[in-house]
C-alpha cells in the first residue's frame, strides 16, 4: 500500500532551515522517517529547500520569513498565496491522490484547510506555538469535519481553548535527529560555561540568564537570531526605531547586559558550531517566561548530554527528568535557578545522551505521528492500520 501526505511547512523558511528554524527542523527530521515507512510525502514549502520529498510544491523561492517583520498590509500576502497554492494542489489530485494533509502554518492554515470541507482529504494540522496568541480564532475554531489538531506536548493541549480540545487527536513530542545514538556518541568535554539556545524574545528569559551569569561569575553564551538578524554584522542593519519587539527587547534588557567577556551572544549557531557549544557545557538554561508550547532547544540540548536547568512550566517537567536529566525549580524564582546552575555538574551527560535517545528519536517522533494519522482517517471513515500496512 501506498499512502500519499502532503505535509506544508509554509512559507517562511527552507526545509531543513540554514539555520534557526523550529517547526522547519521538526519537518526536516519527520519527513524522511515518513518516507522509510513507504509513505510519499509532498511538501509544500519554498524552492530553496532540499530535503529528499517525491514532490516538492512552491511559490516563492527563498523563506519569507523577513516579510513577517513587516506591517500586516505588506506581509499578508504571502500566506495567503501559499495556501492557494497548497489548496489548488488538493483540487488538482481531486482530493483522490492526496490520502491526508499534515499542517504545520499557523493560524492560515488550519482556517483555510478547515474551509474544504469534508470532501477534501483530511487535514492533522500540528500545533507548535502559544494557544493564546488568537483567541477569537481557537476560541471558536470549527474543523468542518475535516480537521483535526495535535499539540507537541501535553501541557499545551491541557491549557487550549475547548474548541480546540474537542479536535484533538493526542499529542507528539518533538526530536532531533541529534538523538540518534545519542547514547553511543564520544561525549564533549565540558568547559563549563553555561548557554541559552534560542530566538532572543522575551519569552525565552535571555535578560534573566545574563543576570544570574554576572550575579555567580558563570560565564554565559547566548546563540540565537534576534528578529531577521543571524549575526552581529547584519543587526547592525536595523533601523533605531525598529518597531519589532525582539529588536527592542535585545536593546533594551540584553545587549546592556552581553559585555563579550561574561555574557556573549554568537548569533544564530548551528551544525557543529551547536553542538559544541551546547555539548561543552555545563548546562542549558530556561528561564522561560511563558508556558513553552514544544521544547526543541530542550531535547538538542539532552541529546548533545548537557542537563537543563530552567523554570518549571509549559512542557519541561514533562521532557526533564528532575534530579536525572535536569534541574527544574519554581517560576520567577532566580535565586533558586542560579543554585540549580551551580549544581548541574553533578548530572551525569551520558544520563541525558540515553533518555533522548529512548525518547526523542525522529523515528519515534514519526511512530507516534503514523499513530495519529490513522486516527484522523478513521474519524474521516478511511479507516487503516498505517504501523502493520506501511513497511518499516
Not at 158 to 169: F, I, W, Y
Request: aromatic share 6%; proline share 7%; net charge neutral.
Amino acid at each position: 500500500m501506498t499512502m500519499t501526505v502532503l505535509v506544508n511547512a509554509g512559507p517562511w523558511l527552507s526545509v531543513p532551515p540554514a539555520g534557526y528554524g523550529g517547526i522547519e527542523n521538526v519537518v526536516a527530521a519527520l519527513v524522511p522517517e515518513l518516507r522509510l515507512r513507504g509513505i510519499r510525502v509532498l511538501l509544500a514549502t519554498v524552492e530553496s529547500s532540499t530535503l529528499p520529498v517525491d514532490e516538492r510544491i512552491a511559490v516563492f523561492p527563498d523563506g519569507q520569513f523577513a516579510m513577517l517583520q513587516r506591517p500586516y498590509n505588506r506581509a499578508m500576502g504571502v500566506a495567503a498565496a501559499h495556501l492557494h497554492r497548497v489548496v489548488r494542489e488538493v483540487r488538482r489530485e481531486g482530493g483522490a491522490g492526496i490520502d491526508l494533509v499534515h499542517d504545520h502554518q499557523e493560524a492560515f492554515g488550519p482556517t483555510v484547510l478547515a474551509a474544504l470541507g469534508p470532501d477534501a482529504p483530511p487535514v492533522l494540522h500540528t500545533l507548535h506555538w502559544d494557544l493564546a496568541k488568537h483567541p477569537d480564532l481557537y476560541g471558536s475554531f470549527d474543523g468542518g469535519g475535516g480537521l483535526w489538531v495535535n499539540g507537541v506536548s501535553f501541557a499545551q493541549l491541557a491549557t487550549a481553548p475547548r474548541a480546540l480540545r474537542r479536535l484533538s487527536v493526542g499529542h507528539v513530542h518533538l526530536a532531533t535527529p541529534l538523538a540518534v545514538h545519542a547514547d553511543r556518541r564520544p561525549q564533549h568535554r565540558k568547559r563549563g560555561h553555561l548557554v541559552v539556545l534560542g530566538r532572543i524574545t522575551a519569552n525565552k528569559g535571555q535578560h534573566v540568564a545574563a543576570r544570574l551569569a554576572h550575579r555567580t561569575g558563570r560565564d554565559l553564551v547566548l546563540a540565537g537570531p534576534v528578529g531577521p538578524f543571524h549575526t552581529a554584522e547584519q543587526l547592525t542593519m536595523a533601523p533605531p526605531e525598529d518597531a519589532n519587539p525582539d529588536i527592542r527587547y535585545w536593546r533594551d534588557e540584553v545587549a546592556p547586559l552581553v559585555d563579550g567577556r561574561r555574557v556573549r551572544w554568537v548569533g544564530t549557531a548551528c551544525g557543529a558550531e551547536r553542538d559544541e557549544l551546547v555539548g561543552s557545557a555545563a548546562a542549558s538554561l530556561f528561564p522561560i517566561s511563558w508556558e513553552e508550547p514544544g521544547g526543541t532547544a530542550v531535547v538538542e540540548s539532552l541529546s548533545l548530554g548537557t542537563p537543563v536547568v530552567g523554570f518549571r512550566r509549559g512542557c519541561l517537567p514533562e521532557l526533564v527528568e528532575h534530579g536525572r536529566t535536569g534541574l527544574l525549580v519554581d517560576p520567577g524564582d532566580e535565586n533558586a535557578l542560579a543554585a540549580a546552575a551551580g549544581r548541574a555538574a553533578e548530572l551525569q551527560p551520558l544520563d541525558c545522551c540515553r533518555e533522548a535517545a529512548r525518547r526523542f528519536t525522529p523515528a519515534r517522533m514519526a511512530d507516534h505521528y503514523l499513530r495519529l494519522y490513522e486516527r484522523v482517517l478513521a474519524r474521516s471513515g478511511r479507516r487503516v492500520d498505517l504501523l502493520r500496512a506501511v513497511p518499516g
